[in-house]
């Protein structure tokens, strides 16, 4: 790795610390400077802007979270297969959390029209990845009514992602199967009445 390359990581994991302790208008610049020990002037040659450095975080911390989730079909019914999936998925927001409490933090907080397109490409592709095992779980129903299904629920999915996020920042990890399986079975029952639908 490159001086200039490491300089880089540095000032994302600092700007990352401290953007997800204080939000993106309690991060100065100059705090970021004090977190990573790295000269204002060679901050202004990575990034122009304190915009910059946000959008670089949260590009970079997506792609870990992202490229972390496997997507695949499993054995057993759409329940058995959502239950599996969400938990991966439950273990990966415990591994990311200061990349998640930054993304909520930005979202609800933000007003910077630059992060909030990023942001927003966030959501979208966390949107993609819930639509892909929502529509895996019910793969069995028929390609037509699974997409259907998955159309309906990526959205709802996220939410509840998000809400198990929240409420393990609160509670810890104590009741996360309980959480996962309570999302699971809302997934399944919600699909299983539109696949009906569908079907009629």
């Known amino acids: 790795m490159t001086a200039r390359a490491r300089e880089y990581r540095y000032i994302l994991d600092a700007a990352s610390r401290v953007m997800s302790m204080h939000g993106y208008e309690g991060a100065s610049i100059s705090a970021i ?3 990573s020990g790295i000269q204002k002037s060679s901050i202004y040659w ?3 802007s304190k ?3 946000a959008a670089a975080v949260m590009e970079r911390g997506a792609r870990r979270f992202f490229d972390a989730i496997t997507i695949k079909g499993t054995r057993g ?3 058995a297969r959502l239950r599996r ?3 991966e998925v439950a273990v990966l927001l415990d591994e990311h959390q200061e990349f998640l409490r930054l993304f909520l933090l930005l979202l609800i907080t933000n007003r ?4 909030a397109v990023i942001l927003d490409r966030v959501r979208t592709e966390a949107r993609v990845r819930m639509h892909e095992l929502v529509e895996i779980a019910f793969e069995a129903e028929g390609p037509d009514v699974a997409r259907a299904v998955a159309d309906r629920l990526a959205g709802f ?3 509840l992602i998000d809400g198990t996020f929240l409420a393990e920042q609160v509670y810890g990890v104590e009741g ?3 959480r996962v399986k309570d999302m699971a079975e809302s997934l399944e029952h919600y699909g299983a009445a539109i696949a009906a639908a569908r079907r009629t």
Not at 112 to 115: L, N, R, T
């Open 157 to 159: 999915g996220v939410i």
């Open 176 to 178: 996360r199967n309980r």
């Open 85 to 87: 999936s969400l938990r």
């Open 46 to 48: 990575q990034f122009d």
């Open 51 to 53: 915009a910059a450095i």
């Open 112 to 115: 910077d029209p630059d992060v």
């Open 77 to 79: 019914n759409a329940g």
């Open 33 to 35: 400077i004090k977190e």
